[in-house]
Structure formats: C-alpha cells, structure tokens
C-alpha cells in the first residue's frame, strides 16, 4: 500500500499525549506496517524504522505496547489489518473491472454506494473512527425514508468493527475502560490510556476487576519496585493473581499423637507400641524417623 487516511483530530484525539519523538516512532510503524501489508516482526522493528539511540529505542517500546498487540513474534494492530484487507479486496475488483473494459457505468439506484471510488477504504489511521477527510455535520444529514435506514454509520458498538461486549456492572465498558485509566493514572501508573488493550478488553469487561483490586495490585507492584515508574502490563500478572489466589495448603493430618517425640522415654514407648526396637548405635531422633515413617506407611495402607 501507498497510502492511507489519516485524519488529524482523531490522531491527536487518541495519541496526542506522545511525546514529539514517539510521534515520529508511531508514524514510521505505520509507515512500514502499511508498506510491507503486514505486522512488524518484533526482532526487527527497530531496525526497521531506524530507531538507534537509547531514547529512540525506548519510545519505540512505549508505543508498541499501547497501540499494538505482539501475536506470533510480530506487532499487529486490528486496523491496520482491516485497511489491508480493505484495499487487497478494492485492488482486486479494480483488475477484474479492468480487465472488463474500465468501471461499469454508474446507474441511478436508490441504494447507497458500498465502497469508495478511490480505491482505498474511508476509514482512517488505525484504531480511529471511520470518517472522511472533513467531518460531515450532522444537523445537514437526513435519514433515507425509503429505506428508514440512517445513511450514517453508526460509530462504536454499532460499528462492525467493534464486537459486542458484556457490561461491567450496568457500566457501559467505554466508560469503565476510561474509569480504570483514569483510577490507574492517579494512582502514579505510567502511559496508561483508555485504549491500552488490558485496560479496555480485559479489565473493563470482568466484573471481578474492580477498583479496590486494582488499587491492591498497584500497592503489590510498589512494594516490589519502590520509586521505579511502571507501565499498566506490568499489573498483568498480579491482577490474574490476585483475581485467582492458589488454594490454602491444607494441614497433614497425623494419626499419632506428637508428644511421644518431645522425650526419649516417649520415643522408646511408641516404638515398643509398633513392635519396633532402637538399632545398634541408632540415635533417638534417627529411631524417631523410622517410627515416623512405620505410622506414615500403615496409614497409606489404610
């Protein structure tokens, strides 16, 4: 692919908290994404977009882990995956109409148009909303009264882009992804957003995670690393801890009394209970561990 839209209040609506040199790490990715039409191999991404020094390394981690997702030892992005297949798919029916004399003539129809004549989808850079080049304004769009269809898409879970999802407790999961991003953050958590994908997939859909284990699990990290800032995966692994605790160890259950091995006279007793005697030289501690096992092995045999 040689191009893509990218529509600037979206982009700084979504990533405008990126620093001047992580804009440039983000724009490369999708640069080379968009070039290859497919993910970036993690072992190369850095040489890939040429990042080199210890900063430009670091941003490069930082963006990948919020904006993409490591999938078979490459760094896919959802969307970027759908304009791929979109424009394969445009590019296509491009050659088949070619090869058919050129574009079929347009007819009136009183249906809407499914694709652009572009040759590229209407959406925009990945991850952002589908709309074109100039936001349309809604008080001049009226419905389709034949079809009572409203020719504009509808955004968000009414999009197809987006799968139905559960609610967290007659929470709306937009609203709880930016609730637990804006809890973490306080909270001294580092590049945590709203669309970091533990934050809106995992955490925001399971009931089970609620602020009290997430505070719990902040204070866990911070006995670990003290004053050292942490990102929001590095709550991952605690939180499935915390949300699955391992069972309790249940005590052994002994068949014998204990106090026969706080004295000598004890020991010989409980030997002589068993039919057993003390070895040739064998200490009362050693005879009390073959006393032990005798009583372990007649309660297997049980």
Known sequence: MNFYKRHIGDYIKKAGHLTLLEHGIYTRLMDVYYTREAGIPEDKAARLIGAKSKDEIQALANVLDEFFTLVDGAWTQGRCEEEIGNASAKADKNRENGAKGGRPRKTITNSQPEENPDGYGSGNHVGFKNNLSQTPDSRLQTKDLGSGVDPQPKLGHDDDRFPARPQHQGINPDMRAVSIATLLTGAGVKRVTAFHPDVAVTWAQDERVTDELLLAAVAKAKESLGD???????????????????????????????????????????????????????????????????????????
């Open 228 to 302: 050292e800032p942490f990102h929001a995966p590095y709550l991952r692994p605690i939180i499935v801890e915390l949300l699955n605790p391992p069972a309790p160890k249940k005590p052994k259950d002994r068949n014998d009394d204990w106090a026969w091995k706080r004295s000598n006279e004890g020991i010989v007793a409980k030997g002589r209970e068993l039919g057993m005697l003390a070895r040739g030289g064998e200490s009362y501690p050693d005879f009390a561990s073959r006393i032990q096992a005798t009583l372990d092995k007649r309660k297997e045999a049980a």
